[in-house]
């Protein structure tokens, strides 16, 4: 499970529903330790959580973060610090190209071997690196 977190959690569920065809769970509420202690919140404050489920191994718990919640800061032209990007295996980049920060590219080096790569800008923000099956 990857975690994703923003402000509009609606807007991230449908993203990944509609480029991806994730199955998205709709939004419960749950307790969000480390959330609240970080904004300062009742440790018992719940936020609203779902679930896109990428396929029976892996799935990302999407998490509505508070309106005190701002984006972390990096420096122009460099990746923020943390968990930056992730990467999706897709059959093809159909309905992904407005998302998409450039043209695909095929990159020659190991892992990709030659596969065409393309980054996306989800929701919220996030880096999607996506990888297209041969």
């Known amino acids: 499970i990857v975690i994703l977190g923003g402000p509009d959690i609606?807007?991230?569920?449908?993203?990944?529903?509609?480029?991806?065809?994730?199955?998205?769970?709709?939004p419960t509420k749950a307790r969000m330790t480390v959330l609240n202690k970080a904004h300062g919140f009742d440790i018992e404050r719940v936020h609203p959580i779902a679930m896109a489920r990428i396929n029976n191994e892996f799935a990302i718990e999407i998490d509505g973060y508070p309106d005190t919640?701002?984006?972390?800061?990096?420096?122009?032209?460099?990746?923020?610090p943390s968990m930056a990007i992730v990467s999706f295996k897709v059959d093809s980049f159909d309905g992904l190209e407005d998302s998409m920060l450039g043209p695909a590219q095929p990159i020659s080096v190991?892992?990709?071997?030659?596969?065409?790569?393309?980054?996306?800008r989800g929701a919220t923000g996030e880096l999607i690196e996506v990888i297209k099956e041969r």
């Open 110 to 120: 190991s892992p990709y071997n030659g596969r065409m790569v393309a980054v996306l």
């Open 69 to 80: 919640a701002t984006t972390r800061p990096h420096r122009f032209g460099e990746l923020p």
């Open 10 to 26: 609606q807007a991230i569920r449908t993203f990944y529903r509609e480029k991806f065809g994730f199955q998205v769970s709709e």
